[in-house]
Nanobody, 115 residues
Framework: QVQLVESGGGLVQPGGSLRLSCAAS????????MGWYRQALGSQRELVAS???????NYADTVKGRFTITRDNAKKTVFLQMNSLKPEDTAVYFC?????????WGQGTQVTVSS
């Protein structure tokens, strides 16, 4: 199994940038599909971006062209670079590892975009 810990959230002004990190432990990261999800207050959790074990990426339409997901399997870390942030990006961001029926979640990191 794999355990996940997110970091890098915070308060940023509209138009600013943040980079989220997800550190994994306990298992090889390379075998998992990794994803970033977010959940705004009063809303359902939604997929933001995902990256397969071979590096194929997928993005929600709302973040295409602004966010980039990458992974470093050797360092067991997944990143989410977020640029041109908007107030509607405000949410708790969660890291997810998935392989078959198995899924693991981190505890989440708060991102607030506000002036």
């Amino acid at each position: 199994q794999v355990q996940l810990v997110e970091s890098g959230g915070g308060l940023v002004q509209p138009g600013g940038s943040l980079r989220l990190s997800c550190a994994a432990s306990g298992s090889l990261l390379s075998i998992y599909v990794m994803g970033w999800y977010r959940q705004a207050l009063g809303s359902q959790r939604e997929l933001v971006a995902s990256i397969s074990s071979i590096g194929t990426t997928n993005y929600a339409d709302t973040v295409k062209g602004r966010f980039t997901i990458t992974r470093d399997n050797a360092k067991k870390t997944v990143f989410l670079q977020m640029n041109s942030l908007k107030p509607e990006d405000t949410a708790v961001y969660f890291c997810n590892a998935r392989r078959g029926a198995f899924a693991s979640w981190g505890q989440g990191t708060q991102v607030t975009v506000s002036s």
